[in-house]
């Protein structure tokens, strides 16, 4: 029976307006009090931006299939997502203070970067994921620009430092790629996972 309504294990709110966009119905599916969900992001040595986005993507849909289970919630697929940015070889994942949020800028300003969002779902036991990788690049930016974006708290949170639909999309002077999957959620990627479970999208 193709499904209605789906799960979504994620915290954004830009996720949840980015499934709204494709009129997905959809419940959240968050970790509990005693679940690190943090402890999932941390990078391993040596590890590439590619291979660490689709593992912590694998990782979060598996904590939050037994989420489900253990809660006795109602069957229904499961969606995931995990964004990350990436220079050269570096992964900037979320800031851990203002101090770290202006070391990311300063090494994004004037260049091109990349923004790799996996989205993986679970349906009826098996898991399908699919990558949306796209590159963007931000003109020069001042020490002010930055220390004043960082004030206003934006970064917090947020792969890289910074949302592009925030005030730093005056930053960006081109984008090659998903304007969703900057955002967080690969439209075009999440609707061909959603297609087989009954969605017409």
Do not use: N
């Amino acid at each position: 029976m193709p499904a209605d309504w789906i799960y979504l294990a994620s915290q954004s709110p830009r996720r949840r307006q980015l499934l709204d966009q494709l009129g997905v119905r959809h419940e959240l599916l968050l970790p509990r009090p005693h679940e690190d969900a943090e402890a999932l992001e941390a990078v391993r040595p040596g590890e590439a931006p590619g291979v660490y986005v689709r593992r912590v993507t694998r990782a979060k849909l598996a904590a939050a299939v037994v989420r489900r289970r253990e809660l006795g919630l109602a069957e229904a697929p499961i969606l995931c997502a995990d964004t990350t940015v990436a220079i050269d070889r570096q992964i900037l994942g979320k800031p851990a203070d203002a101090e770290d949020a202006c070391r990311m800028l300063a090494l994004l300003a004037g260049r091109e970067h990349r923004v790799l969002t996996a989205v993986a779902l679970d349906h009826a036991g098996a898991t399908t994921l699919q990558v949306s990788a796209s590159r963007v690049r931000f003109e020069p930016l001042s020490r002010a620009q930055i220390e004043r974006y960082v004030a206003s708290g934006e970064p917090m949170g947020k792969a890289g430092a910074y949302a592009i639909q925030s005030q730093a999309g005056a930053w960006v002077v081109r984008i090659a790629g998903s304007y969703s999957g900057i955002m967080g959620l690969p439209l075009h990627e999440t609707a061909a996972l959603l297609r087989p479970c009954g969605w017409d999208l």
